[in-house]
Structures are given as C-alpha cells and as structure tokens.
C-alpha cells in the first residue's frame, strides 16, 4: 500500500478540515465542525462521522445541504461533546429544530444519541434520522450505513431550505430511506496513516459488500472484470437478504461512489457498466449521479446505490435532489440519463478513409509500374508479412528491454492488414502515390501506439516505444504526396529517391527524430541514402538490392550502441547489454524480406 501525505499523524485531521474551509468561502470551522456561512434554516440538518471519507461530510456543507458537520478522528465517531457544542451553537445561530442524520453504526448511534439527550435536557427540539442502507451485511444493530447516505441529507437540506418543519422532513426521508439500498465492492485494503493495514486482499481478489471502514463484506471471490463485477454487485443487491424490492419498468437513481482508489479510467468503465446493468434488468434509469463522494481513504473499490422512485414521490424527491446548493462536493448539474442513442459508434480510421475517399476525387499522379514491376511488389509483400509473423517474439523482446515490448505485435497487427488488402485487391500496386498512401492508413490506424488504435488494441492501453504508428504513417503520407505530384515522364528511380527523402524529411520534422536517436531512422536514412547513390544507373541490379538488405542490416545492428533519445525508451534508464533498436531491427527485415524477392525478379 502506498504511504501517506501528510504533516502529523495526530493533526492529520484538524489541517485537512482547514485546507478544505480555507478553500471554500461559505464555509467556517470552529474545532472539528464544519458550519455553513449562510442563514441557518428554521431546521438545522446536521450530521458527521469518522474522518477518511472526504468529501464526505465536509463537502456537503451549505446552503441546501447540511447546516452543519463534525468530524472525529479517522474511521471514529467525534465525541459526544464535540457533537452537543454543535448542537448549541445551531441553537445559538436561531435554529428553531435540529435533526441529526447520522450513519448506522454503533459509535455514531451512541455519541449523537447522547448529544441529543444532553440536548434534549435543554428543552432543544431536536431528532435523529440514522440511514442504514447497505445491502450486504446486517448484523446485531443493523445494515451499516454506506453512500446512499448522501441522497437522505440532500432531501432533507432541499427541505430544510424550503421551511418544512421537521416532522415534515423526517416523513419524506424516512420514505426515501425505505427505498434505498447500498452495495460495496473492493480489490484492495486499507491503510490508514498511522496505522496497520486493516485487512489485505491479494492482486487477483475482491471482496463484495465492503463497509467503508474496511469492515468484511458478504464474502470473498476472484476478481472479475468490471460488467462482471458489477453484476455480482447488483445481484446481491436485488436478491440478497436485504434486497430492494423492485420490479420490471421500475423506474431508480443510480448512485455511482467511488471509494477513493479507482483511477477515472476505470470508474468511467465502472458508471458504464452500472447503468447498462440496470437497463438490461429492465429498470428505467432516471437519473445518475456519479463521483468520489463517500470513500473510504485510497480503498480501491466503488459502491452502488439504487434508489426506487415511486410514482407518487418520483417528482418530488428529483426536485429536490436537483435542488441548488453550495456545498462544493454536490454535483452541480444533475442531468436525465442519456439514451445509448447518444453515444455514436464510429468505423475504425481505415474503414472511414474507404467510405470518405470513395467519395472524393484525389489527385492520381500519372507515373505507375508496369505489370512485372507490379507483381514483384505483390510478392515482396508477401514475404514482408511473412516475416514480420515470424519476428513477432523477437521483435517484442527487444523492445520489452527499455520500452513496453510490443512493438512485434504492433508490426504483426499492420502486416495482418497487408495480407487481407492484398487478398482483397485494396492495394494498388501499379500506382505508387496510392500504393504509399495506403501503407500509411495501415500504419497509422493499424500499429497501435499512442496515438494509433486497433481493433483489438484500444488507443488508451498501448504506448509505443518510439510511436511507430505514426512515424510509419508519416513516411508513406509524405512518400505519397510526393509521388503524387511526380509527371510520368519522369524516371522512377528519381522519383522515389526524392520521395523517401520527403518522407524522412516529415518525420525529422515532426517527431523531433534525429540520426542517432536510436530509432527506425537508423536504418532507414542509410537505407534511403544508398537509393539515392543509384539514381544515375536509374535501374537496381540484383546485387543492388542484396546491398541494399546489407545496408539496412549493418544500420540496425548499429543501434546497439546507441543511446535512445525519443520515445520510451528515453526516459528509462540505460541497459547494461546493447541491443538493437526493435524499429531499427523491423526496417531490416522489411527491406530483406523486398530485397530477396526483386533480387530474383532483377536476375531473370
């Protein structure tokens, strides 16, 4: 687990309450209560808890909210006396009734129920309203209480600022406490700071039904992906013991609460999966509220709350929740569910640039191969895929070394696509600026990479060492622009000699590449200078091209002693045994593999 930030384990609690008012105007502290600048409301809603669970209870002080908060020391009720002081002070600030909402566990039940009696003492027309909505363990005091929490105190704060009385209060939110239930799900412990680690849970477990203190669950299991986990989760919930009873075309608010460690990437995936849930249960999801809201310090967990809306209350208890407040934790816009209309699914970058292209008239350069010249690519092709396939481990295990180690599979993933155009005739080989410009789709879209996707590689979980995707497509976009704008008179070998040197030109300017970078430059700038040395000949011989393998061959294995400067293999520390550049190494096998096939071609 990982340590904390923190100044002084025994004020850790006192300094986070000031950061927090110290960067909210509408808020005061007084010790450990946090109180709202604005009129107090006829009833004063108050509440608290045990620290850890930030933004709860401080953020969801204000106008339309929570009168009041106190906070004790981490995962432990505040005092009794803390809590009476609060009390009075509501009194003193002209509160006319206090209700007291307060979570379902014993150290809470006890300490605010003695501040009240104390209160109560002094004739202070005062209540509490304990919110106990988890829907996993239900022990000797009851179910704990869990985020569902949250939609109680901000009924009753819309109430309160709208002047019910608190008989009035405590009526609709004793309903909507009626109509909620809470599930908790974790893949990791807690530790709190200054503590030992509560409980652990090994890399491959989770644990359902989490209280947000760390206590046990429902039971242990494998951790499941985040559609599978979340069906287990509302499982529990509708057919647990304690499950809400709830019906096909019920209509609920979902409540999404992170517990402090989910990344944002993965609770989005979690929000997602929640809401398709309970649509796929039949249920008409009204409205969602998401975020980090009730955690539990860094838990890497989440929690679900489902709120039946009944028909007569639906409006009401919408308005209310929908109600203004200035507390800084509270959403503020809470918005109807879009439809899964509004999410519009795109083709892939290679099936749009079909579809797009189909529909424009792109200038073709008028130099094109002839049909020998045109099949030799066919095979050179061929043998490129082939190979590539068979380089794949090798090729991931040279770049596993300083970089991510894929960058055989990000080849292998281009060549696939190579294969299934040339089986389904998309590549034109005759005609060079589209053929080039092809190559460069492939790569671009095919390859992965920061900013290059897949199918079966999503742009969001692969980072390239050295972004082959968009060095590669950035060579072919420029070789093709070039090709395009060649005349057909013009001889061929010139043409692609002035080409390769745009491409290499683009890329340079773009990625910030340099010889020596340690890079696929490394071979190819000598592969492309040899090229350029035969332009008086303006035809390759076989032994040409044998040279021409050797070139790109002896360039890569240069790269061993290099030391990276871009991609991520620059920021890593340097290995103690040399290895070749995994790009530097692809752009070998390429030109091997076309080299062999126009060897042959050239010695008939």
């Known amino acids: 687990m990982p340590g904390h930030f923190v100044n002084d384990i025994h004020s850790c609690v006192d300094e986070s309450l000031i950061g927090y008012v110290r960067a ?16 107090v409301p006829s009833v004063a809603i108050v509440s608290g808890s045990g620290s850890g669970h930030e933004p709860a209870t401080v953020g969801f002080v204000g106008r339309g909210l929570l009168s009041a908060c106190i906070s004790g020391s981490i995962f432990a009720s505040p005092p009794s006396s803390d809590i009476f002081r609060l009390i009075i002070e509501m009194k003193r600030r002209g509160a006319k009734q206090i209700l007291l909402v307060i979570l379902n566990y014993t150290g809470d039940r006890l300490n605010f129920g003695l501040a009240m009696e104390r209160a109560r003492e002094l004739s202070i027309d005062i209540d509490m309203l304990v919110v106990a909505d988890d829907a996993a363990v239900d022990n000797a005091i009851g179910p704990r209480g869990l985020a569902g929490f949250l939609l109680v105190i901000k ?34 412990g807690i530790r709190a700071p200054g503590q030992q680690q509560a409980f652990d849970l090994p890399d491959d477990e989770m644990e359902l039904g989490m209280g947000i203190h760390g206590e046990c669950g429902a039971q242990k299991l494998k951790l499941l992906p985040s559609r599978q986990a979340t069906d287990l989760a509302f499982g529990q919930l509708f057919r647990g013991t304690r499950a809400l009873d709830i019906k096909r075309d019920d209509t609920v608010l979902l409540l999404v609460n992170n517990l402090g460690g989910c990344s944002n990437l993965e609770f989005g995936i979690i929000v997602k999966d929640a809401i398709e849930n309970l649509e796929h249960r039949a249920l008409h999801v009204k409205r969602v509220i998401c975020g980090e809201l009730m955690t539990s310090l860094n838990m890497k967990g989440f929690s679900l709350t489902v709120l039946k809306l009944s028909t007569d209350m639906s409006t009401t208890i919408l308005n209310l929740l929908e109600a203004p407040t200035d507390a800084f934790a509270w959403p503020k816009i809470i918005s109807p569910t879009q439809l899964p209309t509004s999410i519009q699914t795109l083709s892939d970058s290679l099936e749009f640039n079909d579809e797009f292209t189909a529909q424009l008239v792109i200038n073709q350069s008028d130099l094109l191969f002839d049909a020998s010249i045109a099949e030799l690519i066919n095979q050179a092709l061929q043998t490129v895929v082939k190979r590539l396939h068979n380089e794949i481990d090798k090729l991931n295990r040279l770049d596993a070394v300083s970089g991510d180690g894929d960058t055989g599979t990000a080849f292998g993933r281009a060549a696939d696509t190579i294969s299934d155009d040339l089986s389904n005739q998309k590549l034109i080989l005759d005609r060079p600026a589209s053929l080039f410009r092809r190559l460069g789709l492939i790569a671009e879209s095919r390859m992965g990479g920061t900013c290059g996707a897949s199918k079966d590689t999503p742009r969001s979980y692969k980072t390239s060492q050295t972004h082959y995707d968009l060095v590669c497509g950035l060579f072919f976009a420029a070789v093709a622009k070039h090709l395009s704008l060649s005349i057909k008179s013009g001889v061929i070998i010139d043409s692609l000699s002035d080409a390769f040197e745009a491409g290499i030109q683009s890329v340079e300017s773009y990625a910030r590449v340099q010889p020596g970078d340690k890079s696929l430059l490394d071979a190819l700038i000598p592969a492309v200078d040899f090229i350029k040395t035969k332009r008086a000949q303006q035809n390759f011989t076989s032994q040409d091209w044998k040279e021409l393998a050797l070139v790109g061959e002896r360039a890569a294995n240069e790269t061993k002693t290099l030391v990276a400067k871009v991609g991520r293999a620059s920021y890593t520390k340097a290995v103690d045994t040399p290895t070749v550049d995994p790009g530097a190494y692809a752009v070998s096998i390429i030109l091997h593999a076309i080299s062999d096939v126009f060897a042959k071609g050239s010695s008939r």
Request: glycine share 10%; hydrophobic share 40%.
């Open 24 to 39: 909210h105007s509408h808020l005061e502290l007084a010790g450990r209560a946090v109180i709202a600048r604005s009129q």
């Open 155 to 188: 009924v009753a704060g819309a109430l309160a600022e709208q002047g019910k009385t608190m008989s009035e209060i405590v009526d609709i939110c004793q309903k909507v406490r009626g109509q909620l239930r809470t599930i908790g799900l974790s893949a990791s």
